[in-house]
């Protein structure tokens, strides 16, 4: 059987050892799935008031990123939590 160029890459990386087995798969599934959940949930609406500078540049970063600007405000909110 052929392999594709990503299926190789794929068995390469297995056989060099990068893989490694997840203790309590179900559990770390759950917990992400949870995490996925969260993520969007939309419950609230919020309005705010930025610079078109500062809403550009967002703009061309989640561009860069492949995801809706929203997302990339939403990760950035989550990367610098307030208490």
Same mark, same amino acid.
């Given at each position: 059987?052929? #392999?594709? !160029? ?10 060099? @050892?990068?893989? =490694?087995? *997840?203790? /309590? $798969?179900?559990?770390?599934?759950q917990r992400y %799935?949870?995490?996925? !959940?969260?993520? $969007?949930?939309?419950? =609230?609406?919020?309005? *705010?008031? *930025?610079?078109?500078k500062d809403l550009? /540049?967002? %703009?061309?970063?989640? #561009? %860069?990123? @492949? #995801?809706?600007y929203q997302t #990339? ?7 610098? =939590? $307030?208490?």
């Amino acid at each position: 059987m052929k #392999l594709s !160029k990503d299926e190789k890459e794929l068995l390469d990386s297995v056989e060099r @050892g990068e893989w =490694r087995t *997840i203790p /309590n $798969f179900k559990k770390e599934a759950q917990r992400y %799935q949870e995490y996925a !959940k969260a993520t $969007f949930r939309k419950d =609230r609406r919020v309005n *705010i008031r *930025i610079s078109e500078k500062d809403l550009v /540049n967002i %703009q061309k970063r989640a #561009l %860069q990123e @492949g #995801l809706p600007y929203q997302t #990339l405000i939403h990760r950035l909110r989550r990367l610098h =939590r $307030f208490s």
